[in-house]
């Protein structure tokens, strides 16, 4: 399945702002939790974006550890090369894209994580097999993803808003199949891990930024939302009315992110 999509730096980082700051649940905390991370470990966290889970496991971890990010997004990697001076970690980013055959030689890490991005990938099997190659025997694979139950009340008011079908998401439509399948076919255990993060807003403005940022007219995968010039600010109206109704009816607005953390050994 080709992917005819890529997310804008602005709208990445304005959604994670957005999940940071109404969460009640730390999901960094809970994939620490999850994880058998060990002082000394070699750990390569593939489409890293801005860096942010090197980052947690280089704090984690007290800087005892060797930590590679790769990301396709030349923006993504000047973003988190100088988050990392700024910090004063010692963590290597470099370009790569898992598309490709990774740049690293077989068997070189301890864990190998990709959260929130291997759905994207062109060819799962494939990208999955280049995570397992470079892998020590015993080491792990950590992904992370939207289930399909992730954030229905978002898609309820678009539905609601504009009358329209809700596309397919890279993500909710195929992480916990195709992606999972593809992990058990190449992994001896795989290990499933639900997360759920009720987002509070007791106004709709963050609740339209939040979909403001998802359905920007740059994004693809909603093209078919959207028919002229002045379409895309005429939608975000419709979401903004059904939004603020749906406030004032209950007083807040909950959108609930269920996320699933698969941990796969070699």
Not at 79 to 97: L, P, T, V
Not at 130 to 153: D, I, Y
Not at 174 to 189: C, P
Request: charged content about 25%; glycine content about 8%.
């Amino acid at each position: 399945m080709e992917i005819n999509y890529q997310e804008t730096t602005s709208d990445l980082l304005k959604r994670i702002n957005i999940h940071d700051q109404y969460g009640s649940r730390n999901i960094d905390e809970w994939m620490l939790e999850l994880l058998p991370l060990k002082k000394g470990m070699r750990i390569l966290d593939v489409a890293c974006g801005a860096g942010k889970q090197c980052f947690s496991f280089y704090e984690f971890l007290d800087g005892e550890c060797e930590i590679i990010g790769v990301d396709v997004s030349g923006d993504l990697l000047e973003k988190a090369q100088a988050e990392c001076s700024k910090r004063g970690f010692d963590i290597e980013f470099k370009k790569d894209d898992f598309n490709t055959t990774l740049g690293f030689e077989a068997g070189q890490f301890d864990l190998v994580s990709c959260c929130f991005a291997i759905y994207y990938a062109e060819d799962i099997p494939y990208t999955i097999s280049e995570m397992h190659r470079v892998l020590k025997s015993g080491g792990n694979l950590f992904t992370t993803g939207p289930m399909p139950e992730n954030k229905q009340t978002f898609y309820e008011i678009i539905k609601q808003a504009t009358g329209k079908v809700i596309p397919p998401m890279p993500g909710s439509s195929r992480y916990s199949t195709q992606i999972l399948d593809a992990i058990r076919g190449s992994f001896s255990v795989v290990d499933v891990e639900i997360f759920e993060n009720p987002l509070t807003f007791k106004v709709a403005k963050p609740f339209l930024d939040y979909s403001r940022a998802s359905l920007s007219e740059d994004r693809k995968l909603w093209k078919s939302f959207f028919t002229g010039a002045d379409s895309f600010e005429n939608v975000m109206k419709d979401i903004s009315d059904t939004a603020e109704s749906w406030v004032k009816r209950n007083g807040e607005l909950v959108m609930t992110k269920v996320v699933g953390g698969f941990i796969a050994t070699k």
